[in-house]
């Protein structure tokens, strides 16, 4: 069984930073990509940035420059430090592997979402 564990989340105050992290466990074969979406009221899910095994990284354009994507692989975890934070990016944000476990076909796991909440 493949489980994704967020942490980090929390409430800061426009201009400030936060640093999420993803910590995938169970029976990984392999990762392909990892990556952070978001989702505010209203709105749907969107791409927040996207890290590939061979370290290629894609942005949203509403977050380039201030949001920077790592990956640590012996670890399987994923990092979002995000940087000089405004009230538009107030969302829940949602950790996204595509990997493949033991045995089985590759497919898309999801973390449970972290609330980023910030103020004005």
């Known amino acids: 069984q493949v489980q994704l564990v967020e942490s980090g989340g929390g409430l800061v105050q426009a201009g400030g930073s936060l640093r999420l992290s993803c910590a995938a466990s169970g029976s990984i074969f392999s990762i392909n990509s990892m990556g952070w979406y978001r989702q505010a009221p209203g709105k749907q899910r969107e791409l927040v940035a996207v890290?590939?095994?061979?370290?290629?990284?894609n942005y949203a354009d509403s977050v380039k420059g201030r949001f920077t994507i790592s990956r640590d692989n012996a670890k399987n975890t994923v990092y979002l430090q995000m940087n000089s934070l405004e009230p538009e990016d107030t969302a829940v944000y949602y950790c996204n592997a595509n990997l493949r476990p033991y045995g089985s076909a590759s497919s898309n796991y999801w973390g449970q979402g972290s609330q980023v909440t910030v103020s004005s």
């Open positions: 890290i590939t095994g061979g370290s290629r990284r």
